[in-house]
């Protein structure tokens, strides 16, 4: 009897078929040729049958060559830091695709000449904070404030409160990226409680500026009290205020979440905030305030560094522009509209055989945005067994489990992907 390992498929021959072929030329032959060699291998192992290899490379050949996957956020965490934050719109993945070849980024195609960087959309957001006098990109909130410190501060102190000195996830601290740059903290106040009179009797000829950090991924309550941006404006040294979440005026659902326009109109000669959180666009650093400030920013040799590319630039400028952002459809979401869309689904899955449920959820805003905020919405209940085939299927979807259910919250779940959300339960079933 002859050895089945003979009927393995040559590489050659899996690498001609034609579904095989057309992937060697999108995502490169070197990656779909280790693919062949491993489904192969398979074959080899006795795993699967000499003749299932075609299919088994078919099966495994990925989206895009990049190793990153999509992933259905049905976790109710509308900015999920692990997730990549905030999911762009349609306009702005589509100004990422026409930035990817050649752009007039810094080009000016009537005169011929250098024309400067990113002016389109640096006009947008300008236009979407007119109180601000100019405004700045960098790569992120940190870099933002990076920048203030290494302009306004170097040798100096930056007076800010005990209570603001925060964590921003992942062990980085705001007062060590601070010190990083040569500038001297002046802590004043205590953890809970900070008033004008701390922020006065601190200052002096070393002060750079004053800090105002919004501590924006927790809060404290019960004994407390702050002092805000307008009671920092008269003490005669810049007052910087980093507003973090990149909301950039008032939102009816976030009363307490400070916002750009807000800041400005309080006195504040700088702010700075986030792209990738409550706007809804791209990771970058937004900066905005006086003129003179701004420029200097523009012009310290760091700002080279922490300067934003063309598929930022891009994205930024559709996202200002552009419909409404996917974050902000989640945050504006109806309820009732939503418990309906669970009621359908759950439903539709039931009549399949599968163990699911309408259940009422809480969705919160995440990333760093509105601790403490919930937001009333509705989920799918299922075994909390599927969780991790979701997380495997294609694409992933990422839930949450609670009282020993996986809950798919449909907050953050865009209505275009319910039949997508309903196919991947209904294989886990």
């Not at 760091?302 to 996202?319: G, H, I, Q, S, Y």
């Not at 039931?350 to 760093?368: E, H, I, L, M, Q």
């Not at 997380?391 to 990422?398: D, L, N």
Request: hydrophobic share 45%.
């Amino acid at each position: 009897m002859g050895d089945p390992r003979r009927a393995i498929p040559r590489t050659d021959a899996v690498l001609a078929e034609p579904r095989i072929a057309k992937a060697a030329e999108t995502l490169g032959r070197d990656l779909v040729k280790s693919l062949v060699a491993a489904a192969q291998q398979r074959a080899r192992a006795g795993e699967i049958e000499p003749g299932e290899v075609v299919a088994e490379v078919v099966a495994r050949l990925p989206a895009t060559v990049s190793s990153l996957r999509p992933v259905l956020n049905a976790t109710g965490v509308l900015v999920h830091t692990n997730l990549g934050r905030a999911p762009l719109s349609a306009a702005a993945l589509d100004a990422i695709v026409a930035a990817g070849g050649a752009t007039d980024v810094e080009f000016s195609l009537e005169t011929g000449e250098r024309a400067k960087r990113g002016r389109g959309t640096l006009a947008a957001l300008a236009e979407a904070v007119p109180r601000a006098a100019a405004v700045h990109v960098v790569n992120n909130n940190a870099a933002a404030l990076l920048l203030c410190a290494l302009t306004l501060a170097p040798g100096k102190e930056i007076v800010v409160s005990r209570g603001e000195l925060v964590e921003i996830g992942d062990g980085f601290r705001i007062p060590d990226l601070l010190a990083s740059t040569g500038a001297r903290l002046r802590e004043v106040g205590t953890t809970n409680r900070t008033s004008a009179r701390d922020y006065a009797a601190a200052i002096g000829p070393d002060t750079g500026f004053v800090l105002k950090i919004h501590p924006s991924n927790y809060r404290v309550t019960g004994f407390t009290s702050e002092a805000g941006v307008a009671e920092l404006t008269g003490l005669g040294v810049p007052v910087v205020a980093d507003v973090g979440s990149g909301l950039l005026a008032p939102h009816p659902l976030l009363p307490d979440e400070p916002d750009v326009t807000t800041a400005l109109a309080d006195g504040a000669s700088l702010v700075t905030a986030s792209g990738d959180k409550l706007l809804g666009g791209p990771q970058a650093g937004l900066l905005f305030g006086d003129a003179e400030l701004v420029q200097r920013l523009r012009r310290h040799p760091a700002a080279r560094a922490l300067r934003v590319d063309k598929l930022t630039l891009a994205a930024l400028e559709a996202t200002l522009r552009g419909p409404e952002t996917p974050v902000r459809a989640a945050l504006s979401a109806e309820v009732g509209d939503l418990q309906k869309r669970a009621e359908t689904l759950a439903a539709s899955l039931r009549s399949a055989g599968a163990d699911a449920k309408a259940v009422d959820s809480t969705a919160v805003v995440g990333g760093g945005g509105a601790p403490g905020v919930e937001l009333p919405s509705a989920a799918i209940a299922v075994p909390a067994r599927y969780a991790e085939a979701l997380r495997s299927g294609e694409p992933a979807v990422v839930g949450r489990i609670v009282r020993d259910r996986c809950l798919l919250d449909l907050r953050t779940v865009p209505p275009a992907d319910d039949a997508t959300l309903r196919e991947a339960v209904r294989r886990c079933g």
